[in-house]
């Protein structure tokens, strides 16, 4: 009984564990269409902060291809890339990027990008008040 009990509390869900290792998840970079044309200080702050999910540049990490962690990731970066993606920014109409530029403000200022558990793994991700004040500048500015 005693050897049935340690199989279902300890081995079953360490064998469970590494056959999820198995699951193909699609951790791609697609090509860059335009990207974001910004002065380079604006563009290393989204690169430091946002690029990971906002862009076709995602440098992904070793923990990106350990399940299930990696699904949450992979989706994440599916999401992040749905609602903005800086290396199609060029495609866009200019009303869209303003609609944008309008969003990532709201977004800053709530402190909700970028998100904490990113910053937790990424702590310069995190932004100071000096990097939001140039980005707010640049954002309210910019006719790109």
């Known amino acids: ?13 360490i064998l469970a564990f590494i056959g999820i290792q198995y699951i193909e998840v699609d951790r791609t970079n697609p090509p860059v269409k335009a990207d974001l044309e ?25 923990y990106s291809k350990v399940a299930p962690i990696s699904w949450m990731i992979v989706d994440d970066v599916n999401e992040g890339r749905k609602l903005l993606n800086f290396s199609e920014w060029g495609t866009l109409f200019s009303e869209k990027r303003e609609e944008l530029k309008k969003k990532i403000w709201e977004e800053l200022t709530a402190d909700e990008m970028p998100p904490g558990n990113y910053i937790y ?16 500048k640049w954002l309210q500015n910019s006719n790109y």
């Open 121 to 136: 793994l990424h702590p310069g991700a995190s932004l100071e008040i000096i990097q939001k004040n140039t980005l707010k």
């Open 38 to 62: 910004a002065p380079m200080e604006i563009k290393n702050i989204f690169r430091t902060s946002c690029y990971d999910c906002h862009s076709n540049q995602t440098r992904w990490a070793w």
């Open 1 to 13: 009984m005693r050897r049935m009990l340690f199989r279902i509390i300890f081995v079953i869900p």
